[in-house]
């Protein structure tokens, strides 16, 4: 594995990108390939389909493969003693941009917790898409918590009246959100951030929105909540 740990925009906050992450990759784009079909994601704002992997699922044994090879570097990168898994799931982008939502438009939050953090392994081998981090330019704010939550939401409320929201996915910097960070997707690639970061999934506009995990944009999602020492 190659760990780096970036120190990202105003509150210097840890993302944690690995390279090379497991040895057979692809023997989890076959795992995924045979979940197939992904039901559409009804319970978040995800824009495409996942299949959810809980206790007991065939997958179950990749989620818990990928926490325990995590936890030594989960815990010095955010100096705790251990975390508790959340939820895992396979997740596909599959919605193009003229059928986007408007809050799928904007870069968004997971939770209002620092806590809590996100585990995106990307297993394709699609050019030019990521993850990408910004800074809500009104408000200063990049990272959410229980006390700024309502005064972003409130302004993003403002902005949406005012300004109306731009069509497809969030990209560069505009006049609402500064784009501070973006890390490229890659394959094998396991990127780690808190969910209160502000982000979005970077999209290219020629991006092909398949829902075959063995063509798509395939990745591993798993969300962990990190122990209060």
């Given at each position: ?8 925009g ?5 993302v944690v ?5 497991l ?70 982008v ?76 969030a ?53 962990v ?5």
């Open positions: 594995m190659d760990v780096k740990v970036q120190h990202i105003q509150t210097g906050a840890r990108v690995i390279d090379d992450f040895i057979e990759a692809s023997r989890v784009v076959d795992m995924a390939a045979a979940c197939m079909p992904f039901p559409p994601e009804g319970q978040t704002a995800y824009p495409g389909r996942r299949r959810h992997i809980g206790p007991g699922d065939p997958a179950s044994p990749y989620v818990m493969g990928v926490l325990q090879k995590l936890a030594p570097v989960i815990g010095q990168a955010f100096d705790v003693s251990g975390f508790g898994i959340v939820e895992a799931s396979f997740s596909l599959t919605t193009p941009p003229d059928a986007l939502s408007p809050v799928q438009r904007l870069p968004h939050f997971d939770w209002a917790d620092p806590r809590m953090v996100a585990v995106l392994h990307h297993l394709h081998h699609l050019p030019d898409t990521g993850t990408a981090f910004y800074r809500h330019i009104a408000s200063g704010i990049e990272r959410v918590d229980a006390e700024s939550a309502p005064r972003l939401r409130q302004a993003m409320r403002d902005e949406d009246e005012r300004m109306g929201v731009s069509p497809g996915f990209a560069e910097t505009n006049d609402r959100y500064e784009k501070i960070f973006h890390v490229e997707a890659r394959f094998n690639r396991l990127v780690i951030y808190q969910g209160a970061l502000l982000h979005s999934g970077y999209i290219p506009p020629d991006f092909t929105y398949s829902d075959d995990p063995r063509t798509g944009r395939l990745t591993g999602n798993i969300f909540r990190l122990n209060d020492t």
